[in-house]
């Protein structure tokens, strides 16, 4: 299928990292290009993958000309992929979807219109886990209307597949090569002066496996650490308050949300 891409206004690059993701890159794939907003673009990071990623990538590309690919020698990991796929987006809107991750058909059209008609440079939704199987699970992570720079220091609450940014209001878009790289990048956006506006509405499902690197939540917690007092410099004292908020919130989400 065909689409003209040239002189999109309000065109929207998805930004996906794929490394050894054939058992679900389709379902992925799939999820974006059946949206019903069609200006969009899919740029297909491959970061050295190993199984048939790149073999299902190149058969898309046949199919659709909205799929792009990059195709990396060596793996970077995840952060870098995700800033390569930046750099080749001709897109007004920055969107991220993990290559495991799914969409709701009309995401990207509740999403942009909400964004256009508010005037609004940074947008994230609610969403749900799923199993490996794809099977829901839990209940939806819901997200408030909206999100300062010092609320995000408190928890992070938004979900890196349901993120849109708009290019012609935020300059710079670059993930940081530390764990939670997602997390460190809406903070350094937030810490400019912008806010993230939240559309409490399911429209993502995140597929949570056995081998998630955010499956640890010792790690994590040691990961938000990191971030909140190296990378941002928060001094000690609201350092601590800033993390005992984050542990409680987590405790809560997890343990008793279910």
């Known amino acids: ?9 309000n065109l929207v690059s998805v930004i996906t990292p794929v490394h050894n993701a054939e058992k679900y890159l389709e379902t ?4 974006v290009l059946n949206q019903t907003y ?3 673009e899919i740029i297909l990071v491959d970061d050295a993958s190993k199984d048939s990623s790149r073999e299902i990538i190149k058969k898309y590309e046949k199919i659709d000309n909205r799929v792009k690919s990059v195709l990396l020698d060596s793996n970077v990991g995840v952060a870098k992929a995700r800033n390569e796929g930046i750099k080749n987006a001709n897109g007004r809107y920055i969107a991220f979807l993990d290559s495991d991750d799914i969409w709701l058909e009309n995401k990207l059209e509740i999403q942009i219109k909400f964004m256009q008609e508010n005037n609004i440079a940074f947008s994230h939704t609610a969403y749900q886990f799923m199993d490996e199987e794809g099977n829901k699970i839990g209940k939806p992570v819901r997200v408030t209307e909206s999100i300062e720079y010092t609320d995000l220091l408190k928890q992070n609450s938004i979900g890196c597949l349901t993120v849109v940014i708009d290019r012609s209001k935020v300059e710079k878009i670059e993930m940081p090569q530390i764990r939670h790289e997602d ?3 809406w903070l350094s956006i937030l810490r400019e002066g912008h806010r993230a506006y939240g559309l409490d509405e399911v429209l993502a499902l995140y597929r949570k496996s056995s081998n998630s690197l955010s499956g640890n939540k010792i790690k994590a917690a040691m990961w938000t650490w990191n971030i909140i007092r190296n990378v941002e410099k928060v001094p000690l004292p609201k350092a601590i308050f800033y993390f005992s908020n984050y542990a409680i919130k987590n405790v809560n989400k997890h343990f008793f949300k279910r």
């Open 183 to 185: 997390y460190a990048t």
């Open 1 to 9: 299928m065909d689409y003209d891409l040239d002189k999109r206004k």
């Open 38 to 40: 069609k200006d969009l």
């Open 28 to 31: 992925t794939l799939k999820s």
